[in-house]
């Protein structure tokens, strides 16, 4: 059976780590739509350039030109046997478009898996990153904002019971174990 999956995650809550993880065992493109936009940023296409603009803001880009992206991406044939998105949906239009999408290729979502820890470790573990831009009180507002987005979409996948939460306050080990088990269960 196919592993279609979402994986979702407040930042700091090593979503990225165990994405990679993930596609090492379960073999599964790993559809990225911010690294899909920056490497057509890179490139300098017409779409990279339009999305630079958001970006840059610190906003997000459109739904239209996000939605778009990812509807070509999962019609690629490397997607049939499974495909793990990260960083999409980010929105309840997202996921609704997403829902449209799936239903046409005929691609049911298998789980979404979410990372969950507590804010206050959050900030925490993002403090001790280091970056210039983490400090506490840009922490805690990114943090802020990404709850307020995150929530709609945990009550949506919640309710149509693809939703999977794996305690990612432990050992990195530990936390893949787990979604090793969730992913082999499915
Ligand atoms: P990320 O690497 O996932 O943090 O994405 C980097 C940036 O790309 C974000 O800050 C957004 O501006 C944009 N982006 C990535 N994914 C999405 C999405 N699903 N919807 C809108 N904008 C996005």
Not at 22 to 42: L, W
Not at 123 to 150: H, S
């Amino acid at each position: 059976m196919a592993l279609n999956l979402v994986l979702m995650g407040l930042p700091g809550a090593g979503k990225g780590t165990q994405a990679e993880k993930i596609i090492k065992e379960f073999a599964i493109p790993h559809i990225s739509t911010g690294d899909i936009f920056r490497e057509a940023m890179a490139n300098e296409t017409a779409m990279g350039l339009e999305a630079k603009k958001f970006i840059d803001k610190g906003e997000l880009v459109p739904d239209e030109v996000t939605v778009g992206i990812v509807k070509d991406r999962l019609a690629q044939p490397d997607t049939k046997d499974g495909f793990m998105l990260d960083g999409f949906p980010r929105t309840l239009v997202q996921a609704n478009a997403l829902d449209e999408i799936l239903a046409e290729l005929n691609k049911p979502l298998t789980a979404v898996i979410n990372f969950d820890v507590e804010p206050e470790l959050l900030a925490d573990r993002l403090l001790a990153r280091g970056r210039a831009d983490d400090t506490p009180a840009t922490i805690k507002n990114r943090l802020e904002v990404n709850i307020k987005m995150n929530t709609p979409l945990i009550d949506f996948y919640n309710g149509k019971g693809l939703l999977h939460t794996v305690d990612g306050a432990r050992d990195i080990d530990v936390v893949f174990a787990d979604t090793q088990e969730i992913l082999k269960s499915l």
